[in-house]
């Protein structure tokens, strides 16, 4: 069974900093792209990063490019992504999700596990 934990939301001021982290098991982490992805209320989820098996690709939306940074540690089976310079657009459920494929992409549609997702709030 694939599990996808995720774990670093919370409560920030805007200009803060935090990180996510996205603990897996059940799978060959090392063999599959990685992405994070967020839904805010009343709005379809978005994607907001990928880092490909290896860790040496990464992708991002244009909304957080520059400001947030997607990273994995293969030997931990985990994903992280560091946010910084928040804004209150950035306030959302935060999902990370396990590609099929060893390459990253920013559609939805290539992620076949998704973790429960993580809160992120940000005030202004």
């Known amino acids: 069974q694939v599990l996808l934990v995720e774990s670093g939301g919370g409560l920030v001021q805007a200009g803060g900093s935090l990180r996510l982290s996205c603990l897996a098991s059940?799978?060959?982490?090392?063999?599959?792209?990685m992405g994070w992805f967020r839904q805010a209320p009343g709005k379809e989820r978005e994607f907001v990063a990928t880092?490909?098996?290896?860790?040496?690709?990464?992708n991002y939306a244009h909304s957080v490019k520059g400001r947030f940074t997607i990273s994995r540690d293969n030997a931990k089976d985990t994903v992280y992504l560091q946010m910084s310079s928040l804004i209150p657009e950035d306030t959302a459920v935060y999902y990370c999700?396990?590609?099929?494929?060893?390459?990253?992409?920013?559609?939805?549609?290539?992620?076949?596990?998704w973790g429960q997702g993580t809160q992120v709030i940000v005030s202004s």
């Open positions: 999700a396990s590609s099929r494929y060893f390459s990253g992409s920013d559609d939805y549609n290539s992620y076949n596990y």
């Open positions: 059940g799978l060959t982490f090392s063999s599959f792209a």
């Open positions: 880092i490909t098996a290896s860790g040496l690709s990464t």
